[in-house]
């Protein structure tokens, strides 16, 4: 299991990100973003909305608006990231931002800086926010301590993955809408996901109703009502535990397939690869027992014939592209309301430009 650095920063505080030319952005208090589980439903909802209006700027022929304009992004990451990262990147680059990726086998993390010196370096550059990926859960709060900048948190060990969380709402919601008692299976290694974590903080939020499926050795401690630890703050939202992967996805109106964390797993959790294939892939036989209109997820990387068969992951249910897509609009969204929301980009976009897509 992952080492807790630090626990939860409550509340908010230094600058603060509204301003009264922000319409629509009133329910939003905060200054950096380290998981769902201190954010309202008000807020998350400020963010879909806005993701809309970002996914609409996304789509244009020019994708180019100057809304943040003198704002400066730093990606931080110190685990490998494909899609996260430069989601971020081009987040903030269609909004104008100066963005800037240091991954820590090339920086001064190689002679040994810390992560408080790195991120007070990147303030005293006047870096405004800094995006954090980490193998250490915590990692985020830890730096938010140290420094005024806005911190995002971009996956910390098997701890929090809020921006995929509200990516995965945001994808879930252009297809069905209101996901208030929607069933939401997730089936792979819950245990080390800091997707499943974020997402369960995010789909209680909305009042979905989650099903977690995975082999007993891949689901957390902390789950079931009865091993809930005294202090509420760490457990999860309730959700319904399956072993059974038929049973789980039965009625299912979005599954979702996760990957093995094999960089996060102590050995002995599986008896094969083989047989974890057998009972947990996502496969068009178990997928004829969700809904007949189900989507199909993933947060990827995805290994193909392993938690998912590469038949359904390019099949017509399958929503995995656009969930990258809407990643950097629901990433375009947080990185304009953590500035200070000063200029709404829709409303200087010709409405007659046409969409590239
Ligand atoms: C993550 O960084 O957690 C990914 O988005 C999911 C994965 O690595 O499987």
């Not at 996956?155 to 990516?167: E, S």
């Not at 903080?201 to 079931?224: F, I, K, S, Y």
Request: glycine letters at 8%; proline letters at 5%.
């Amino acid at each position: 299991m992952t080492t807790e650095i630090t626990s939860r920063v409550a509340g908010s505080r230094r600058h603060n990100a509204r301003t009264s030319e922000s319409p629509r952005t009133d329910a939003w208090n905060h200054t950096d973003i380290l998981d769902l589980d201190d954010f309202t439903r008000e807020e998350i909802d400020t963010v879909l909305e806005l993701a809309d209006r970002m996914r609409e700027i996304l789509d244009r022929r020019i994708a180019r608006v100057p809304a943040l304009r003198g704002f400066t992004v730093v990606n931080l990451f110190y685990e490998p990231s494909t899609r996260t990262r430069a989601s971020f990147e081009l987040a903030g680059k269609v909004l104008g931002a100066d963005v800037l990726s240091l991954s820590a086998s090339t920086s001064s993390v190689q002679k040994g800086e810390s992560l408080i010196d790195t991120v007070r370096t990147m303030r005293a550059m006047r870096a405004d926010a800094i995006v954090i990926r980490h193998a250490m859960a915590g990692a985020p709060y830890l730096a938010a301590k140290h420094t005024d900048a806005s911190i995002i948190n971009a996956g910390d060990g098997a701890h929090a993955h809020p921006t995929q969380a509200l990516l995965d709402l945001y994808t879930m919601r252009r297809h069905v809408g209101e996901l208030a008692g929607k069933r939401v299976v997730m089936v792979g290694d819950i245990a080390h996901s800091r997707v499943a974590r974020s997402d369960l903080w995010g789909l209680a939020a909305v009042g979905a109703e989650v099903v977690v499926c995975g082999p007993p050795t891949l689901l957390p401690r902390g789950l079931r009502a009865g091993d809930r630890p005294a202090h509420a703050e760490s457990a999860l939202p309730p959700v319904t535990i399956e072993t059974d992967a038929d049973r789980a996805i039965a009625g299912a109106d979005v599954v979702m397939a996760l990957r093995l964390q094999s960089e996060r797993q102590e050995g002995g959790l599986l008896p094969s690869l083989h047989e974890y294939a057998q009972h947990y892939q996502v496969t068009a036989e178990r997928l004829a027992r969700a809904q007949p209109n189900h989507l199909l997820m993933h947060p990827g990387p995805k290994n193909e014939g392993i938690e998912i068969s590469g038949a359904v992951a390019k099949g017509s249910h399958s929503i995995i592209e656009e969930q990258v897509t809407n990643g950097v609009a629901v990433r375009m969204a947080l990185l304009y309301l953590l500035s200070g929301g000063k200029e709404l980009p829709g409303e200087a976009a010709p409405a007659r430009e046409e969409a590239r897509r």
